[in-house]
């Protein structure tokens, strides 16, 4: 019998993920099927009671529920937890499992496929928010010289970052106190890109060679025309999505499917 797996969001009818983890099942065989769930805003946690109940196996969870899907998890995994959110749940007998694969896909993509090393780096991560908090801690344990969280609103990063500051050398503040620092690596995981806005960045922040990355995918954002005009290369973030699909492939089925290829078609479609 066919194993089923979803994706739980609203909106969802832009999601990838049916095409990636179809492409995830041909490359190794694994006989199962994916869709794409609407979820009604004030009715998550009954649909996803409702798909395990019809024999689902496990699920992805999308905007703007992964905070419910944290709730709703019988366990977490440490990852989960240090993000207060889950993106993966995991339907093992009566256990449903929550998980975060966000900051693995970043750093998998990062480190795999752009050959971006974070050890001993200067990261500036943009924004405070539930992006942001999702790959703290994957980042962190790459070693990295320095994180430092930079948000409109200082109070907010500031204590992020104390969250966090037994796993590294980490610090947040507002966009004023980036003034004379330059960063190896930039990362936006702020919401700007959707407005097409642009974070209030001092012109000198990038140092030499370095990258720049947005976590939104599928078109120049006006992060990466700011980025690419200081000498940044830059890149969005369709690695990290097929990344931290197959992180939660992984998780379900036991088996790692090959990620470049399926980068490929969708950078080509």
């Known amino acids: 019998m066919t194993d089923r797996y979803a994706v739980f969001g609203n909106p969802i009818a832009h999601s990838k993920s049916p095409l990636i983890h179809a492409e995830f099942a041909r490359q190794t065989g694994q006989d199962l099927s994916y869709e794409a769930i609407l979820a009604p805003l004030d009715g998550f946690s009954a649909a996803v009671r409702a798909f395990r109940a019809a024999g689902g196996r496990g699920a992805n969870v999308t ?6 899907a944290y709730e709703l998890a019988d366990r977490r995994t440490a990852r989960a937890e240090a993000a207060g959110a889950v993106n993966t749940l995991k339907f093992d007998g009566e256990v449903m499992l929550g998980d975060n694969t966000d900051g693995v896909g970043l750093v998998n993509d990062l480190t795999r496929n752009l050959g971006v090393a974070l050890a001993g780096r200067r990261i500036l991560l943009l924004g405070a928010g539930g992006a942001a908090r999702g790959v703290i801690l994957p980042l962190l344990d790459e070693a990295p010289a ?14 992020l970052a104390q969250r966090f500051r037994q796993a590294g050398k980490i610090e947040g503040g507002g966009f004023d106190a980036l003034a004379g620092r330059r960063f190896d690596l930039v990362i936006n995981a702020t919401a700007a890109s959707l ?3 642009l974070p209030p960045l001092p012109d000198a922040v990038f140092a030499p060679d370095a990258r720049a990355y947005d976590m939104m995918y599928g078109q120049d954002t006006p992060f990466m025309a700011f980025a690419r005009a200081r000498g940044a290369r830059v890149a969005d973030g369709l690695g990290m999505l097929v990344e931290q699909a197959a992180e939660a492939f992984y998780l379900w089925r036991g088996v790692r499917p090959d990620t470049a290829s399926v ?4 950078r080509a479609a």
């Open 63 to 68: 905007v703007p529920f992964k905070e419910q």
């Open 146 to 159: 320095e994180l430092f969280i930079a948000n409109r609103t200082a109070a907010k990063a500031v204590d």
């Open 195 to 197: 407005a097409g806005d």
């Open 263 to 266: 980068i490929a078609r969708l």
